[in-house]
């Protein structure tokens, strides 16, 4: 899974999260966005990720538990090398993992550029990212924007 920050010629940031699964996701038509063939991992099948109970999982314990942004890796004959990250993100929460709410099946709706996502918790995906604050909330950083932008919140009592 990645989220894509796409930049819009009038200058807008948007939010695209997206899943990749190596098989149909059963059920998931409505979410499916495209398939691809990747060189070394063969067919992927790849998703808007607010249907995804995979990303909602992680997103939800992203911002609950203070999780930031994954590490990247460049695999090379000599192993693998940590690549520099540019774009970071970082959760506010301070639970640890066993104290996650146990989530369902995601429903989603969407309103202009905001997502909502209903799993046991409500999780709201500003799709496009915003200054701002949250009780429990996702911030992220990236060249040319240096002050944290609001991207996505966890409504409850944690």
Known sequence: ???HLL???DGQVL?????????????AEDSLITTMTHTTLGDRWIYDACHDPVYVSTLTTTILTGGREAD???ATDAGLIQEVVTTHVRGSGSLSTAQVPELQAPVVTHDGATTRISAGVTLTLLRRPTTGTAGSMLTGTWPGQETPLLLATVNGEF
């Not at 939010?15 to 059920?27: D, E, K």
């Open 72 to 74: 990247l890796y460049e």
């Open 1 to 3: 899974m990645e989220t």
């Open 7 to 9: 930049a819009t010629a």
């Open 15 to 27: 939010q695209v999260p997206l899943t990749y699964r190596g098989a149909p996701r059963s059920s």
